[in-house]
């Protein structure tokens, strides 16, 4: 029954598309505001940080703030995506907003940091849904053949949020308030509400099957113990230390438990059967190392450029702009030329490539390096970023069946997610460690003690060391950001390798349909009524 109605909302979209574009497009449009605002959030908020703890105290748990709801976010993420499956997508995602809305508002009034971290958690588990909900939505909206059209505006609402992020935080708490970097969330909130509620028609869908508790509460802690050893290895403890091995085990054991029970559970939370495709597979693959190599880069790019470059720490979003812009750019390309031609395969193995030499090429910066030549070095990467970032989604979607498309989506979105998690914590190990020897070789035990607390000094610290000092540690930055780079150049040759074996199957929902694909397409729901 439930593929039936699958069915008929196909049919139903279908032609909608064609009767109501204005309808599809406001819908789009709401989906947007909602992306931004999961993507946006952590980008403003980071720039209010110092004025939050100068007004709430509490500096020892800063990191929580962030580590609180990325924790949420990844736990709540795969959660999102199966009730959307099992109950509707569309009450899903508005549930969804409405408790990052919730969450949004306590933030802004917490009185205390631990309020803030508890309720910036809340936050997290609505943003969990966000972008699973855009996706899956999309899925549910536009044919896989059609969908690349839309590439370009979700890579191009990436690319605001991580240029826009750093100058909207520092504008909105400089003139308003830090409180305003979370309610700025609420108006934007309210009107993907309005248009979503108001516009979007999908299926209703009832199960009477039960959630799976179980699996739901190992992936759960699984996922929270793997991000605390990314986040807290060899910064709030040591890589050997008892914590972080204690951690490592919990993380195992119930990960493992998790996939043994989701080959007993009625209705798994992760349906193996999916990575049975050989193409969702590698996606995941893919996916998790595009956020290894991505947030790695969006972290010491600006830390190189503002410490040896001496760009401006203010305008920090500016300093990604021949990556995104370039990324922007390749995947709207990507998209039209897939809905023209069908075809895709060519865009991982380009991607792959780009990636790698990108990687190499920043590589090779040093203290004597221009900010022209970095520039190009990051457009080379960009180029990369925007044959992968959503091909990995539409392929992933491309490859189940309607049924698990929420599912689908949450898994790309959570691999992409922990790629991130681990992507800054093994390339920020190797980069502090290489920064601490560098500035050891250089500057003697009073070098290392320098960079002891963090390989990271700020513009002000930096200004305020003798002039050997930050020679020195300009020298330790641009070793340290050859180190992280190189790593990123042999992880990445993974999506290379990867994207040698992505078999291309043709895309759902072409231009012009053959009506010889009409009886297969009614086959399965003939079956389940």
Same mark, same amino acid.
């Given at each position: 029954?439930?593929?039936?109605?699958?069915a008929?909302? $196909?049919q139903?979209?279908?032609?909608?598309?064609?009767?109501?574009?204005?309808?599809?497009?406001?819908?789009?449009?709401?989906?947007?505001?909602?992306?931004?605002?999961?993507?946006?959030?952590?980008?403003?908020?980071?720039?209010?940080?110092?004025?939050?703890?100068?007004? *709430?105290?509490?500096?020892?748990?800063?990191?929580?703030?962030?580590?609180?709801?990325?924790?949420?976010?990844?736990?709540?993420?795969p959660?999102?995506?199966?009730?959307?499956?099992?109950?509707?997508?569309?009450?899903?995602?508005?549930?969804?907003?409405?408790?990052?809305?919730?969450?949004?508002?306590?933030?802004?009034?917490?009185?205390?940091?631990?309020e *803030?971290?508890?309720?910036?958690?809340?936050?997290?588990?609505?943003?969990?849904?966000?972008?699973?909900?855009?996706?899956?939505?999309?899925?549910?909206?536009?044919?896989?053949?059609?969908?690349?059209?839309?590439?370009?505006?979700?890579?191009?609402?990436?690319?605001?949020?991580?240029i826009?992020?750093?100058?909207?935080?520092?504008?909105?708490?400089?003139?308003?308030?830090?409180?305003?970097?979370?309610?700025?969330?609420?108006?934007?909130?309210?009107?993907?509400?309005?248009?979503?509620?108001?516009?979007?028609?999908?299926?209703?869908?009832?199960?009477?099957?039960?959630?799976?508790?179980?699996?739901?509460?190992?992936?759960?802690?699984?996922?929270?113990?793997?991000?605390?050893?990314?986040?807290?290895?060899?910064?709030?403890?040591?890589?050997?230390?008892?914590?972080?091995?204690?951690?490592?085990?919990?993380?195992?054991?119930?990960?493992?438990?998790?996939?043994?029970?989701?080959? #007993?559970?009625?209705e798994p939370?992760?349906?193996?059967h999916?990575?049975?495709?050989?193409?969702?597979?590698?996606?995941?693959?893919?996916?998790?190392?595009?956020?290894?190599?991505m947030?790695?880069?969006?972290l010491?790019?600006?830390?190189?450029?503002?410490?040896?470059q001496?760009?401006?720490?203010?305008?920090?979003?500016?300093?990604?702009?021949?990556?995104?812009?370039?990324?922007?750019?390749?995947?709207?390309?990507?998209?039209?030329?897939?809905?023209?031609?069908?075809?895709?395969k060519?865009?991982?193995?380009?991607?792959?490539?780009?990636?790698?030499?990108? *990687?190499?090429?920043?590589? *090779?910066?040093?203290?004597?390096t221009?900010?022209?030549?970095?520039?190009?070095?990051?457009?080379?990467?960009?180029?990369?970023?925007?044959?992968?970032?959503?091909?990995?989604?539409?392929?992933?979607?491309?490859?189940?069946?309607? #049924?698990?498309?929420?599912?689908?989506?949450?898994?790309?979105?959570?691999?992409?997610?922990? $790629?991130?998690?681990?992507g800054?914590?093994?390339?920020?190990?190797?980069?502090?460690h290489?920064?601490?020897?560098?500035?050891?070789?250089?500057?003697?035990?009073?070098g290392?003690?320098?960079?002891?607390?963090?390989?990271?000094?700020?513009?002000?610290?930096?200004?305020?060391?003798?002039?050997?000092?930050?020679?020195?540690?300009?020298?330790?930055?641009?070793? $340290?950001?050859?180190?992280?780079?190189?790593?990123?150049?042999?992880?990445? !040759?993974?999506?290379?390798?990867?994207?040698?074996?992505?078999?291309?199957?043709?895309?759902?929902?072409?231009?012009?349909?053959?009506?010889?694909?009409?009886?297969?397409?009614?086959?399965?729901?003939?079956?389940? !009524?």
């Amino acid at each position: 029954m439930a593929d039936t109605l699958q069915a008929q909302a $196909g049919q139903e979209i279908s032609e909608e598309q064609g009767k109501q574009p204005k309808s599809v497009r406001v819908v789009l449009l709401a989906l947007m505001i909602a992306m931004m605002l999961a993507m946006l959030d952590n980008m403003i908020v980071g720039t209010a940080m110092p004025t939050i703890v100068g007004e *709430l105290g509490g500096l020892e748990h800063l990191s929580w703030v962030v580590t609180g709801y990325t924790l949420a976010t990844a736990a709540a993420t795969p959660i999102w995506g199966k009730l959307g499956d099992m109950y509707g997508r569309k009450g899903a995602f508005m549930t969804s907003i409405v408790i990052f809305l919730i969450g949004s508002a306590l933030s802004g009034m917490a009185q205390n940091m631990g309020e *803030l971290i508890g309720f910036r958690a809340v936050q997290g588990l609505g943003a969990g849904g966000l972008m699973v909900g855009v996706m899956a939505i999309i899925g549910d909206l536009i044919p896989p053949r059609e969908r690349g059209k839309y590439q370009g505006m979700m890579a191009g609402v990436m690319a605001l949020a991580m240029i826009g992020g750093p100058l909207v935080g520092g504008t909105i708490t400089d003139n308003w308030g830090w409180r305003w970097a979370f309610y700025i969330n609420l108006p934007l909130g309210v009107i993907a509400l309005a248009a979503i509620s108001a516009v979007l028609h999908l299926p209703k869908k009832r199960t009477k099957t039960r959630i799976d508790y179980l699996g739901a509460t190992l992936l759960t802690v699984g996922i929270t113990a793997i991000v605390l050893v990314t986040t807290w290895g060899g910064t709030e403890y040591a890589w050997t230390s008892a914590r972080i091995m204690e951690l490592s085990a919990i993380g195992i054991v119930s990960l493992v438990g998790f996939v043994f029970w989701q080959t #007993k559970a009625a209705e798994p939370v992760l349906p193996l059967h999916i990575f049975r495709s050989r193409n969702f597979t590698l996606m995941s693959v893919i996916g998790f190392i595009t956020g290894f190599v991505m947030f790695g880069a969006t972290l010491f790019l600006p830390l190189y450029q503002q410490s040896v470059q001496g760009a401006s720490a203010t305008n920090s979003g500016l300093l990604l702009l021949p990556m995104l812009g370039a990324m922007l750019v390749t995947s709207m390309v990507a998209g039209r030329v897939t809905t023209n031609s069908g075809r895709y395969k060519i865009f991982p193995i380009a991607g792959g490539v780009l990636m790698v030499a990108g *990687l190499y090429l920043l590589s *090779l910066m040093d203290t004597g390096t221009s900010r022209f030549t970095s520039g190009l070095y990051m457009a080379v990467l960009g180029l990369g970023m925007g044959c992968l970032m959503q091909i990995t989604m539409l392929v992933a979607q491309n490859s189940v069946q309607m #049924k698990d498309m929420g599912v689908a989506s949450s898994s790309t979105t959570l691999f992409r997610t922990l $790629g991130s998690s681990f992507g800054v914590a093994i390339m920020g190990a190797l980069f502090n460690h290489r920064v601490q020897d560098v500035m050891a070789e250089r500057a003697g035990s009073a070098g290392r003690q320098l960079t002891e607390q963090s390989a990271q000094l700020d513009a002000a610290s930096l200004a305020k060391l003798p002039a050997a000092a930050r020679e020195a540690y300009q020298h330790a930055v641009s070793a $340290g950001t050859h180190s992280a780079f190189l790593l990123g150049t042999a992880v990445a !040759v993974i999506v290379l390798v990867a994207a040698l074996f992505v078999k291309e199957v043709p895309l759902k929902g072409g231009p012009q349909k053959d009506p010889a694909d009409a009886a297969p397409a009614q086959a399965p729901a003939a079956e389940a !009524v």
